[in-house]
């Protein structure tokens, strides 16, 4: 199975701050990577694709980038709505594994 | 709009069997892969159990729940069902459908039902 680190686990970060979250392979996974934010009591919501594609209605404050089996996501200025937990998920081979979650508080 | 619709919270004992259904509405059922399944448990992180393509009815589960985990689809409804068997105390979790995106290789899981908590006591 490919297994995915997310760092840091826990970030405490303020409004306005640029935020920066780590999500490392195994193995190769080509740019198969998505990220999710999840808020408490509620469903994740997809943020990012293909390692750095956009989902359609998500603010362009988000982004995310990849540099071999390195991956991170990127919020370029913390808003209050941001405080969440974030998941990475990787769907290049079978099980689509997810990371363990960073939470932003 | 899209919009995933999961059956009722449910509570099971231990060895019974739980079936959780997904009904799509807001786009057309065959267009897209797939839907997948993910659970959390309570204060945990998410954990995939696999998916079904629903072109065919292929499916692919993860390893750890081969053998109790069935998942099925119904495309005259836009239904995908997900049974789990042999319950045990640790299946106590949320359990969320998603849809897969992409055009046909899976890309993301785009749209998210509302979770569905299944509780197992004994």
């Known amino acids: 199975d490919i297994h995915l680190t997310q760092s840091p686990s826990f970030l405490s970060a303020s409004v306005g701050d640029r935020v920066t979250i780590t999500c490392r392979a195994s193995?190769?996974?080509?740019?198969?990577l998505a990220w999710y934010q999840q808020k408490p009591g509620g469903a994740p919501k997809l943020l990012i694709y293909?390692?750095?594609t956009l989902q359609s209605g998500v603010p362009s404050r988000f982004s995310g980038s990849e540099s071999g089996t390195e991956f991170t996501l990127t919020i370029s200025s913390l808003q209050p709505e941001d405080f969440a937990t974030y998941y990475c998920?990787?769907?290049?081979?079978?099980?689509?594994?997810f990371g363990q979650g960073t939470k932003v508080e | 709009q899209v919009q995933l619709v999961q059956s009722g919270a449910e509570v099971k004992k231990t060895g019974a069997s739980v079936k959780v259904s997904c009904k799509a509405s807001?786009?057309?059922?065959?267009?897209?892969?797939?839907i997948s399944w993910v659970r959390q448990a309570p204060g945990q992180g998410l954990e995939w159990m696999g998916w079904?393509?629903?072109?065919?009815?292929?499916?692919n589960y993860a390893q750890n729940l081969q053998g109790r985990v069935t998942m099925t689809t119904d495309t005259s409804t836009s239904t995908v069902y997900m049974e789990l068997r042999n319950l045990r105390s640790d299946d106590t979790a949320v359990y969320y459908c998603?849809?897969?995106?992409?055009?046909?290789?899976?890309?993301?899981?785009?749209?998210w039902g509302q979770g569905t908590l299944v509780t197992v006591s004994s």
């Open positions: 998603a849809r897969v995106g992409g055009s046909y290789y899976p890309l993301n899981l785009d749209y």
């Open positions: 807001g786009y057309t059922f065959t267009n897209y892969p797939g």
């Open positions: 079904i393509r629903v072109e065919n009815g292929n499916t």
């Open positions: 193995q190769g996974i080509r740019s198969y």
């Open positions: 293909a390692a750095s």
């Open positions: 998920q990787q769907l290049n081979s079978y099980p689509w594994t």
